[in-house]
Structures are given as structure tokens and as C-alpha cells.
């Protein structure tokens, strides 16, 4: 299957930083998407990607599609304790409706 | 409006034993996706339902199967568990097929034993 590369694994940010994640893949997507998971909880939808070059905000998050297609980035300002959790790229394809998901970055947010 | 709804939320089963996992999508939703969360594999997409079709399938063996009804109800089935099977089962539902406004719920734990 595809590989999308999320990174970095983990953080570990005060209270009040900004966070940036990325996501890359060697195959060009038409679609990305960002998800937040709660423990215990099923993924929820952060923002959805439709263009290349598009930028999207969604309160304190901004996600980007990349230029090449192959990429996507995550920043999350002023972060705050409620915004620990992992956060998950997917994308899909340009044929095929699957979507694909990268393997997470864990968010640590220390008041 | 009521969210998608995953039964059983824990599940303890001895490998060699078969499983059936359900999922209700969300009111007015027809397609639904299965996906597997494991810790190592992060998430992987299982098989998608539209209209009581399977339109796409991932790559996983031929002892995961699953279904949809009518009413848009799916389940998933794994036939002779292994050990591996652990992990946590999340549906996702969706208005239509390959629709990105996918919306997922709590999942079920499945553990092998």
C-alpha cells in the first residue's frame, strides 16, 4: 500500500507555542485531510484539502496542500491543553477512492 | 443527529474463533468504510460499502469479510482470529462513496487471546 511519512512522532510544546507537522508521500494525492484522535475515541475530521497550493484554517489550525502534491502541513497556533491528542494525515489518490493514512504525530501540551 | 455507533466497544476473543463487528452509520449516509488501528501499522483501510456493494478493499486476507444491509448498517467479520487481529476496529461513514467528509466512531477493541 502507500506510505505516507508523518512527521515528527511526537512533541512535547508548552502551552501557548505553535506546532507544525508535515506529511509526505513519493505519490501524488488529490485530496488530504487532517484528523485529530482522542484516547479512546474515533478519528474527527480537522480540515479536508481539494487543490494544490490551497490553504485552509479551521480557528487556530491551518493545514496547506502541497505544491508537488505529495505533501501536506499542519500548524496549530497558541497551542492549548485540549489540543493534546494524535494527529493523523490521510490522503487519497488521484485514481480510486481509498484514503491512506500516515502514521501519526503525537501531541503533548504542557501548561 | 446521531453520530456512527460501533457495537460491541470491547470484545475479547481466542484466537481461532470468529468475530462479527456492527456499524450504523450516521442518518442519511450509504457508504461505510472498515478500517484496522493497530499501534505498529497505524491505520489501515479494510473495505468500503455503498448501496450493499463492496467498491474498494485493502489489502488484508480473505478472513475479513464483511457486509451491508439495506438500511446502511454494515458488519465486519474476521473468521479464525489470530493473535494480530488486536486491535481497534473503526467504521467510518460517509454521505456517498469516496466522499471526504468521512465521519468515524469510538471503534471497537478487539483483543485475541
Known amino acids: 500500500g502507500q506510505q505516507l511519512n508523518q512527521s515528527p512522532q511526537s512533541m512535547f510544546i508548552q502551552e501557548g507555542e505553535d506546532v507544525s507537522m508535515n506529511c509526505t508521500s513519493s505519490?501524488?494525492?488529490?485530496?488530504w485531510l487532517w484528523y485529530k484522535q482522542d484516547p479512546g475515541e474515533g478519528p474527527v475530521l480537522l480540515i479536508a484539502?481539494?487543490?494544490?497550493?490551497e490553504l485552509t484554517s479551521n480557528g487556530r489550525l491551518t493545514a496547506q496542500f502541497g505544491i508537488t502534491r505529495k505533501d501536506s502541513f499542519l500548524n496549530i497556533s497558541a497551542s492549548i491543553p485540549s489540543d493534546v491528542g494524535i494527529y493523523f494525515c490521510?490522503?487519497?489518490?488521484?485514481?480510486?477512492?481509498?484514503?491512506?493514512f500516515g502514521t501519526g504525530t503525537s501531541l503533548t501540551v504542557i501548561p | 443527529k446521531a453520530g456512527v455507533t460501533q457495537t460491541p466497544r470491547y470484545l475479547i476473543k481466542t484466537r481461532g474463533q470468529q468475530v462479527t463487528l456492527s456499524c450504523s452509520p450516521i442518518?442519511?449516509?450509504?457508504?461505510v468504510s472498515w478500517y484496522q488501528q493497530t499501534p505498529g501499522q497505524g491505520l489501515q483501510f479494510l473495505f468500503e460499502?455503498?448501496?450493499?456493494?463492496?467498491?474498494n478493499k485493502g489489502n488484508f486476507p480473505g478472513r475479513f469479510s464483511g457486509r451491508q444491509f439495506s438500511n446502511s448498517r454494515s458488519e465486519m467479520n474476521v473468521s479464525t482470529l489470530e493473535l494480530g487481529d488486536s486491535a481497534l476496529y473503526l467504521c467510518?461513514?460517509?454521505?456517498?462513496?469516496?466522499?471526504?467528509?468521512?465521519?468515524f466512531g469510538q471503534g471497537t477493541r478487539l483483543t485475541v487471546v
Open positions: 490521510a490522503g487519497q489518490l488521484e485514481t480510486g477512492n481509498q484514503f491512506y
Open positions: 505519490s501524488i494525492f488529490n485530496t
Open positions: 460499502y455503498f448501496s450493499e456493494t463492496q467498491r
Open positions: 442518518s442519511g449516509h450509504r457508504s
Open positions: 467510518a461513514s460517509s454521505p456517498t462513496t469516496g466522499n471526504t467528509e468521512a465521519f
Open positions: 484539502l481539494y487543490k494544490a497550493g
